[in-house]
């Protein structure tokens, strides 16, 4: 089994090691209730990989490439830097500006000048929207601070990573449920980054061949 | 029977008379009883035999489509190398 772990935690192995037994329960079983199903499992294997590794091990064309991940979630962004398959850690790292940061600062703008609460349920469609539909009525000159806001989201991104990671002769990836959100800006930003289509599984996928390659050399 | 042979007695319950007289007419019936028993053992430790049942099965397996080697293969195994499964073992 292979668990998805913050990068705060993958780098310190003091609580590398209590996140692994707090995850493996110290091989006792587990329980689980999903939809009224039971489930009782034992973890006899676990692998612990840092999270945001996105598309790394599904690009062939990375396996020889320096390359970046960014992966844009709900709370945070999580940055990967890696040389061919080697991961860098010392330019991996992760920071808040998630997608609940924007929309924090939105629903903060909107409320400001329009006088409106805006509902966080509201707020993924007011950014797909790019408009604000007060009861009805649109908000016509509401676009242009919805984008203005995005933008400087976007832009917030992109300075948090350069100020860490290089990304000369790199290829860059955006992953993430976020970088479908901020796919526009971050495209007029970044105009030769890689949109992952399958951005919120790409991760998973290559955790399942990382899995395959342990697997394979287990045989061995 | 001479001294140093060890004899040893055995019970048939009623359920099992089929076995007692097909015994029974057997001349040398602990010549009989020791072949069947080294048979035994033989056929415990025989890796050979352990071979032929496993290859019948494959065999058996194959003939109705069925690959237990899908089970666990390996995924897009080309696009790794040795390489690549060497450096994702040491840094993942």
């Given at each position: 089994?292979?668990?998805t772990?913050?990068?705060?935690?993958f780098?310190?192995?003091?609580?590398?090691?209590?996140?692994?037994?707090f995850?493996?329960?110290?091989?006792?079983t587990?329980?689980?209730v999903?939809?009224d199903?039971?489930f009782?499992?034992?973890?006899?294997?676990?692998?612990?990989?840092?999270?945001?590794?996105?598309s790394?091990?599904?690009?062939?064309?990375?396996?020889s490439?320096n390359?970046?991940?960014?992966?844009?979630?709900?709370?945070?962004?999580s940055v990967?830097?890696?040389?061919s398959?080697?991961?860098?850690?010392?330019s991996?790292?992760?920071?808040?500006?998630?997608?609940?940061?924007?929309?924090s600062t939105?629903r903060?703008?909107?409320a400001?000048?329009?006088?409106?609460?805006?509902?966080y349920?509201?707020?993924?469609?007011?950014?797909n929207?790019?408009?604000?539909?007060?009861e009805?009525?649109?908000?016509l000159d509401?676009?242009?601070?919805?984008?203005?806001?995005?933008?400087?989201?976007?832009?917030?991104?992109i300075?948090s990573?350069?100020a860490q990671?290089?990304?000369?002769?790199?290829?860059?990836s955006?992953?993430?449920?976020?970088s479908?959100?901020?796919?526009?800006?971050l495209?007029?930003?970044l105009?030769n980054?890689?949109?992952?289509?399958?951005?919120?599984?790409?991760?998973?996928?290559s955790?399942?061949?990382?899995?395959?390659?342990?697997?394979?050399?287990?045989?061995? | 029977?001479?001294?140093?042979?060890?004899?040893?007695?055995?019970s048939?319950?009623?359920?099992?008379n089929?076995l007692?007289e097909?015994?029974r007419k057997?001349?040398n019936?602990?010549?009989y009883?020791?072949?069947?028993i080294?048979?035994?053992m033989?056929?415990?430790?025989?890796?050979?035999?352990?071979?032929?049942i496993?290859?019948?099965?494959l065999?058996?397996?194959?003939?109705?489509?069925?690959?237990?080697?899908e089970?666990n293969k390996?995924?897009?195994e080309?696009?790794?190398?040795?390489?690549d499964?060497?450096?994702i073992?040491?840094?993942?």
């Open positions: 089994m292979s668990k772990t913050p990068l705060t935690i780098k310190n192995k003091k609580l590398k090691e209590e996140y692994e037994e995850i493996r329960q110290s091989g006792e587990i329980h689980f999903v939809n199903e039971h009782l499992f034992k973890i006899q294997n676990l692998y612990l990989l840092q999270e945001g590794i996105g790394l091990l599904l690009r062939p064309e990375l396996k490439r390359s970046v991940q960014i992966d844009i979630g709900t709370l945070n962004v990967n830097s890696f040389s398959l080697i991961p860098h850690l010392d991996t790292f992760s920071n808040s500006y998630g997608i609940n940061t924007l929309f939105l903060e703008r909107l400001m000048d329009y006088g409106v609460t805006v509902h349920k509201d707020l993924k469609q007011i950014i929207d790019r408009i604000l539909v007060v009805g009525k649109k908000m509401s676009t242009a601070i919805i984008e203005e806001t995005i933008e400087n989201h976007a832009k917030q991104i300075a990573v350069k990671v290089s990304l000369n002769n790199t290829e860059i955006f992953v993430g449920g976020g479908i959100l901020l796919c526009e800006e495209k007029k930003l105009p980054a890689t949109f992952e289509p399958d951005s919120q599984f790409c991760t998973l996928k955790f399942y061949r990382i899995m395959e390659a342990k697997l394979h050399a287990q045989r061995l | 029977m001479p001294k140093d042979y060890k004899s040893i007695t055995i048939f319950r009623p359920d099992a089929h007692y097909f015994l057997k001349d019936k602990s010549a009883i020791l072949k069947l080294e048979k035994d033989e056929g415990e430790d025989n890796p050979s035999l352990k071979q032929t496993k290859a019948i099965i065999e058996i397996l194959s003939e109705n489509d069925i690959i237990l080697n089970i390996v995924t897009n080309e696009n790794l190398t040795d390489y499964i060497g450096i073992n040491e840094y993942f």
